[in-house]
């Protein structure tokens, strides 16, 4: 049997967590303060150095919270968003069960243990996912957008598209960004044997080991196409997780996998490595659009890796 397949509360705002942080560490300032004897320290008009420990690490913490907050909101006037993107949950302590969403599965897919296929994480947290797709555009601005704003996003690589400028990744790889699978040549998993299947996902292992020094365990397939024989090929290759998306954002449109058109905490959102020739506008342009949306209604962008 052949599946393919195409394709809470609110958390609260950035300076509300800021100012809640703020306030814990002034509350362990203040006990540690009250202590008696002479290691009390006396409150003085004026600004007066902190000289004590508590004191001291309120002191810096408020000093770095500040001047992050700064940088944003400069990246933000920089790169013409409309609001500054706000700030990612902290990672989970304990990681969501990740399962294949319904209709998405292949037979035997529990008994074969074979990798999830999913579209969304499960967490109450208001943020969304960023993955980009393929490796075509190698867009400097982009990077330098990226890094400015501190927006994370997961990359799914083809052998092919990468091979001219390794290099454009390799910087990307650098600031934290995770390099991920997405075959050798693109093409439609279905269509092929298990065997040549198998070649071009191993494959492709075998070449981000090389040039990137791991191998991923995620994995990505073509057009969102896939069958028995992709996820069995898949596993064999190393791969534990098979995200897809929920949403898809160009330089100058959303597109929608559910009915209702409407962002959840947890999707995926899907774009690609594409510029002017193929799209009406470039990858900053894309991020503008997908910043501006996301921001308004309330969500951060999480790292995808940080809930596997």
């Not at 390799?170 to 065997?195: C, D, E, I």
């Not at 075998?206 to 365990?217: A, I, V």
């Not at 534990?240 to 959102?269: Q, S």
């Not at 594409?274 to 503008?288: A, H, L, S, V, Y």
């Amino acid at each position: 049997m052949r599946a393919v397949v195409q394709n809470d509360k609110s958390r609260a705002s950035g300076g509300a967590r800021i100012g809640l942080a703020v306030l814990a560490l002034a509350a362990i300032a203040s006990g540690c303060a009250q202590g008696g004897g002479s290691d009390r320290v006396t409150p003085a008009g004026g600004q007066q150095p902190l000289d004590a420990p508590p004191a001291r690490a309120l002191d810096s913490y408020a000093s770095k919270l500040r001047a992050a907050h700064a940088a944003r909101v400069a990246a933000t006037h920089r790169w013409e968003l409309k609001r500054v993107p706000l700030p990612a949950p902290p990672p989970p302590e304990r990681k969501p069960r990740i399962k294949t969403r319904k209709g998405f599965q292949v037979a035997g897919h529990r008994e074969s243990n074979l990798p999830p296929v999913f579209t969304r994480i499960p967490t109450r947290d208001k943020v969304v996912f960023l993955t980009i797709d393929d490796g075509a555009e190698k867009d400097r601005t982009f990077l330098r957008m990226m890094s400015d704003l501190d927006v994370p996003y997961t990359a799914f690589l083809s052998g092919y598209l990468v091979k001219d400028d390794p290099r454009y990744f390799k910087k990307m790889q650098a600031r934290g960004v995770v390099l991920n699978n997405h075959t050798l040549f693109h093409r439609y998993m279905p269509g092929l044997s298990y065997r040549a299947q198998k070649r071009e996902i191993c494959g492709m292992q075998r070449y981000m080991e090389k040039r990137f020094g791991k191998r991923p365990t995620l994995f990505r397939p073509p057009y969102g196409s896939y069958d028995r024989a992709t996820l069995r090929a898949a596993k064999a290759c190393g791969i534990t997780h098979v995200p897809l998306w929920n949403e898809e954002v160009f330089a100058d449109r959303w597109e929608y996998r559910e009915g209702d058109r409407e962002l959840r905490p947890g999707d995926i959102v899907l774009t690609h490595f594409r510029g002017p020739e193929q799209w009406k506008g470039t990858m900053p342009d894309m991020i503008r659009r997908f910043l501006n949306k996301v921001t308004a209604e309330g969500y951060a962008v999480g790292r995808l890796e940080d809930y596997l």
